[in-house]
T-cell receptor, first 112, second 115 residues
């Protein structure tokens, strides 16, 4: 059974810092890994998706990496801003269209 | 539609009542998923549809929960004899099943409170 862990559960940083969020998973037989952002009381917004054959994906100030063999992914946020404050969740999918397994997220607070 | 639409956004009911939650996926998305999210936790898988059929219902907690997608588009999650432990946000997602990334797109969720 796939288990996804995100550490730390919460993180507080001053504005402008670069930071890394971690996601680890127990079963390396994945199809893809997706990072989401969730604002309080809202649904999930997709940030980046990495296919199992890829090592990283970039979008603006965000960069996600994937190391399947070690069961790890990181989300790097450059030059953090107060608007980045949210909960960040990672999800792994085993097959093309099957269910995704989520971590419990890291709640990020960026202080002005 | 442009995004995944879920109704109602908020539902308060009494223990023992019947509840229906609706999801309207992105047009053309063949795969539809239901998840449940409790406070402070990540979404927990309930059921996944490919077209009209349930391809995986292994996450449904018990037989009080049932979901349908009769025409391969809109889906309804049905909860009978609601219990206080059913209180959560119910999230729906859809994706296009084909070659490529299969990005999951979520709706805003339906918050269910059972008193």
């Amino acid at each position: 059974k796939q288990e996804v862990t995100q550490i730390p559960a919460a993180l507080s940083v001053p504005e402008g810092e670069n930071l890394v969020l971690n996601c680890s998973f127990t079963d390396s037989a994945i199809y893809n890994l997706q990072w989401f952002r969730q604002d309080p009381g809202k649904g999930l917004t997709s940030l980046l998706l990495i296919q199992s054959s890829q090592r990283e994906q970039t979008s603006g100030r965000l960069n996600a990496s994937l190391d399947k063999s070690s069961g790890r992914s990181t989300l790097y946020i450059a030059a953090s801003q107060p608007g980045d404050s949210a909960t960040y969740l990672c999800a792994v999918r085993r097959t093309n269209a099957g269910k995704s397994t989520f971590g419990d997220g890291t709640t990020l607070t960026v202080k002005p | 539609g442009a995004g995944v639409s879920q109704t109602p956004s908020n539902k308060v009911t009494e223990k023992g009542k019947y509840v229906e939650l609706r999801c309207d996926p992105i047009s053309g998305h063949t795969a539809l998923y239901w998840y449940r999210q409790s406070l402070g936790q990540g979404p927990e898988f309930l059921i996944y549809f490919q077209g009209t059929g349930a391809a995986d219902d292994s996450g449904l907690p018990n037989d009080r929960f049932f979901a349908v997608r009769p025409e391969g588009s809109v889906s309804t999650l049905k909860i009978q004899r609601t219990e206080r432990g059913d209180s959560a946000v119910y999230l729906c997602a859809s994706s296009y099943r084909g070659a490529g990334a299969n990005v999951l797109t979520f709706g805003a969720g339906s918050r269910l409170t059972v008193l």
